[in-house]
C-alpha cells in the first residue's frame, strides 16, 4: 500500500510541477532581443567617466589638479594641466583613461573638487585591442560638442 | 599530498579531481577525492586558483581605494560585503551615519541577500537536473538587479555604500519598484513550491544529503544558513545587531537535522523574512541627510577593529589594524563560505560521487570570497 500512495503523491508532484510551466507558456515574453532592442539605461548607470559640459562656459571645468589621480585604486587616470595665460586658473590640457583598468567604483566623480566629471551612459565597451579601451576625454567632449 | 601519488597503488580506491573546471563548483574549485567504487573514501578541496591578494593589496591602497575589492570577493552579496567594510571603517573613526542612510543600506541589503538566495535556488535545483526552476529564479533575480541599477548604478559589483553614508539617493520610484517587487515574489512562492519542494525527485536528492549537525557545524565554524539548517538559531543581525537591525522585527529560521533540504527550506524562509524586513524599513525610511561629513582621506586612530554583518552566506567580519595613517596597517576579511567549505572533509566520505554535486551545491560555496 505504501508503494501505492509514494507513486500517486510522486507522480502527482510531478503533474503539478508541469502545471506551473504550462500556465507559464501563455504568459508574456520578458526577455529583449538585445543587437535589434535596445532597453532604457538607469540614470544612474555607471559607464566609464566623461567630462560634465557646463553651460555657462559651453566646456568641461577641469582645473587638472590630480585628485581624481591620485584616489584611482588602478591608476587609470592621466591628468596634465597648463596655463594658458600668467594670472588665468590652470586648465587641463590631456586628460586619458585607461578603461581596460577601471573598476567604476567612481571615487574619481565623487571627489572632483569642481563636478567637472560624470559617468557616461556607455556600456557597449568591448574592443579588440588594449589601445582601445583608452579614451581620450577632452576629445570625446569636442567631439560630442 | 603529492606523496600519495606516487605510492604504489594496492588497494582499490581510486583517485579523481572534480574540478578545477566543473558546472557544478560554480568557480575555480577542485575536490580531490579519494572513491570506492562510487563511495567517496577521501574529499579534500583545494583552493587558491582564484587568489587575487585582496587582503595584501588592501596595505597600499587608501581606506576609499580598497571600497572596489570588498564587493569583488563575493560578488554575489557585493554590497553586504561593501557593508561591512564601510561599517568597520565607520566604527574605527568615529563616523556617524545618518538614519536614512542606514536604511537604505538595509533595505538594499536585504535586496541583495535576496537576489543572492535566488541564484542560489536556481543554480542548485539545475545542479540537480531541473532547468525551469532555474530560469524563473532569474526573472525574479532580475527584478532586483534593475532595483539596485537604478540606485547604485551597478548590478553586481556595487561599491554603493560610501564611509558616512550611500552614494546616492533613493526616490519614490525605487520605493514603489521595490513594494512591486515583494508583492510579486510573494505571489511565486507557490509556484515555487510546486516545481521544486514538493517534487518528488528534489525530494529524494536532498533529504538525508550531507548531514551537517550542530556539533559539527560548530566545530568548523560554520555560519550562515547551514549553521541555522543544524538547529542553532545564530544570525549577526540578531546576536549582535549592527545598523537598524536591532528596530525591525524579524525571525531567524531554522532546521533540525542539517540535511540538504533543511539549508534549502533554510533559505526559501530566509528570503521571507528578508521581504518582511524591507516593507518594515521602507514604512520607518526617515527623511534627511544620506551622507555624513566625512574628510576626503579617512585616518582612523591606531588600534585595532573588528566589525561583522550577515552576509547570504553567513558572518563576514573585517578585522582592521590601523597605524594612524590613511592606509591599513593590515585587514583580515573573515569569510563566512572558507568555513562552510571545510566542512565538506568530514561530510563527504561515505557519500555517492552524485551526492557530491547535491551537498555542495546546498552549501552554497562562492569560490573567489574562499580564494580572496
Known sequence: MGMIKDIVEGGWSLIAGMWVTIRRIYRPVVTVQYPRKYLDMSPAYRGHIEFEQFPETGSHNCVACGTCMRFCPSNVIKVQGEKTHTHSEKRASLYFIDFSHCSLCGLCVANCPTQ???????????????WDGVIDLIQRLEESA | MANEFLEPITEQTFYLNMGPQHPSTHGVLRLFLKLDGEYIVEADPVIGYGH?????????????????????????????????????????????????????????????????????????VMDLGGFTPFLYSFDDRENILDILDRVSGSRLTYSYCRFGGVSRDVDDEFITATHQFVERLRSRWDDYHNLVTKNVIFIHRAKDVGVINRELALRFGCTGPILRAAGVPYDVRKAEPYSVYSELDFEIPTGTKGDALDRYLVRLQEMEQSLHIIEQALERLPDGAIKAAVPNKVRPPRGDYYFAVESARGAVGFYIVSDGTSYPYRLKARVPSYGNLQVLTEVLPGTLVADTISILGSIDIVVPEVDR
Open chain 1, 116 to 130: 567637472t566629471l560624470k559617468f557616461s551612459g556607455e556600456y557597449e565597451l568591448a574592443h579588440y585591442s588594449r
Open chain 2, 52 to 124: 587575487r591578494g585582496h587582503e595584501k593589496m588592501a596595505e597600499s591602497h587608501l581606506y576609499e581605494q580598497f571600497l572596489p575589492n570588498t564587493s569583488r570577493m563575493d560578488y554575489l552579496a557585493g554590497l553586504i560585503f561593501n557593508h561591512g567594510y564601510v561599517a568597520a571603517v565607520e566604527k574605527m573613526a568615529g563616523i556617524e551615519v545618518p538614519p536614512r542612510a542606514e536604511y537604505i543600506r538595509v533595505i538594499c541589503a536585504e535586496l541583495n541577500r535576496i537576489s543572492s538566495h535566488l541564484l542560489w535556488f536556481g543554480t542548485y
